[in-house]
């Protein structure tokens, strides 16, 4: 695990190749990556071409092969291919003696990282598919004026672009491109519809992500665009599943372990994240049944009992499943450790996660990430295997059950509910959520969006559920319609559409919704990779392990949610029954809790102080975009009425309010406020191919 930034120069009057240019360049590239040493304190290292065009720079999280040839960045034996990589790749001693037997490579050292030259020599671009595991890749090719950069399958390590003065910037967080020359601009538009959350857009104008299975490509320091290399596909609900019930379950069982057991390797201290919930207690089950197999994780010895981490919330908060947790570590023989997030530790770590994370959460259950990631750092760890990504590909979450009960499951070959029990379990279902979300919800399925995604309800609950900012009326479209849930149908391939029309089951584009969304986008971001990598932890998540989730998202619905005899709906359904062997009962019979931070707070206690203080009419107007008007009176409410989704809305004033410090944020201007000022700019200096 390891943080990079790049440099690459597009156009001629920015190459540079006399010593002293090459040496400034040095200097800006360190610079840029002090910003992100978080993720990577043991060392640094950079490349620079001869002609000055392209920078390669890493810092280094020590984890496998902790020797000097384990440093990046890594050139090919003939010095033709340069790469930084950060992440893990797993099958790594089949992957290393399948490419010495078939191009008689001579690997330096022991890190897996190295694979990557060794697959792109062999297999050119086409490598990727050949890569498993949690990674973000620059790599150039010197002989072909090649430079690529690459984000794993489901997006759990971040990576970011964006084009400044002539120069194509790459880094694993946008902070590193302010020394560059960078200067941060708040994307209103974005902001306003939701584009951040759901597509490749950020907070800021001109920087993207690169999407997740995705590669971006400059050749020949011409134009850039993306290439697509894996997306996530479902069974046609028209076609019978053939397999039998058991079957399906023990596939699920025999890639699991597989999955938690390729991420024991490393040659540094590895721990598990443990909570109340099935997820994380099936992947301590599963570590904990290895050991007792004769497996080693990371260094520790061979008879070392297995350490896992949690946190705890006030036990009067209703957040708090650490008790849960304990009786599993305590059934599971293993060591635990605990982290208590009162009131006060809550307040203490909100500006700092809020700077790591880099945008804004409406829970505050991102600290208790950064929180627990420094209690695995000062147990002396550096790898923690999570839980991370069950719920988007089992169907965890309650906002599925309309869209499963939307159509019949034709495929499944088992007993299916009688016509009426399902459409009256799915007007109830819809009902229920509806009074959730306060009747936000468009259960008439009129929306243009609704009808592009199958009728499924998902994306409008996923709509409903962030907090909506007192924009100012300048920055809204001109008919004042911002509708987010187009910004999700339009994010999603034509071809992809094509097959949510006439092909998958309504659970199944629920699902393949939320994924492009919220879980790479929001979950895998500030309750993942930048929350652990603030404290140096590595991050693994065998649920998003590719051989896994593609057996799984080809299953039929009725093996994800089922009901059970009592007429309850179980989700999760065959991850429960192929986790049976490794967990308590409890557990098993446990139903989903989302994991969250508590909402509601005392008068005048340190988080109220905190927003009093982020919150105010002068830190709002500074941003710009939002209207400052009433916004130090609504912190005083929400700590009188204790109203969720007025809390909700300032945590995220205050969370813009950090950035906008932090970041040095210019304040946003209208286009009229431009006109009036002299400064209004049209086009860009980005072409894309």
Known sequence: MCGISCLVALEERTRRSNEENKEKIKERLCESLEQIRHRGPDSTGTWISDDGRVALGHVRLDINDLSPAGCQPLHSSDNSVHTVVNGEIYDYDKLRHDMEQKIDYKFQGTSDSELVLALYKYYGLSFLSHIRGEFSICLFDSERELFMAVRDRYGIKPLFWTV?????????????????????????????????????????KRVKKVRPGHVLICRCFGTIHEQQYWDSRYPDKNIKEARSEQEMIQGVQDRLVDAVKERLRADVKVGVSLSGGID??????????????????????????????????????????SSMASRTAEYLGVKFYKKHMNEEELARSFADATWHDEQPNPDLNFIGTYALSELFRDKGFRVNINGQGADEIFAGYNIFLPDFLREPDTAFNGPTLPEDERLAGLRKAEQTLNKVYQGKLDLDGTSVARRQLNNTLTPVQMTAAFPSLPVK??????????????????????????????????????????????????LLSNLGDRGEMAHSIEGRTPFLDHHLAEYVNNLPPSMKIRRDEKGEWVEKYVLREAAKPFITEEIYKKRKHPYSAPVEFPKNGPMHRLLQTLVTKQNIAKLGFLEPEGVEKLVDQVFETKEMPIFRLVICLAQWVVLQQRFGVVKAQSEIEQLDAGNFKVGSNVMLG
């Open 164 to 204: 400044q003065d002539g120069e194509l910037l790459v880094a694993a967080e946008m902070k590193a491109f302010l020394p560059l020359g960078w200067k941060p601009e708040w994307d209103v538009k974005s902001i306003v519809g939701s584009d951040f959350q759901i597509g490749n857009s950020t907070i800021f």
């Open 280 to 321: 994380s207690s099936v992947v301590a089950g599963i570590v904990n049944h290895l050991l007792r197999q004769g497996h080693q994780i990371g260094s520790e010895a061979e008879n070392e009992r297995l350490s896992c981490f949690g946190i705890a919330f006030d036990e009067d908060s209703g957040f708090d499943e």
């Open 473 to 522: 009326e300048d920055f809204l479209p001109a008919n004042n319609v911002v509708d987010p849930q187009l910004t999700y149908a339009e994010n999603i391939d034509g071809m992809m559409l094509e097959e949510v029309k006439w092909k998958w089951h309504p659970l199944h584009t629920a699902l393949y919704c939320f994924t492009k969304a919220h879980l790479q986008n929001l």
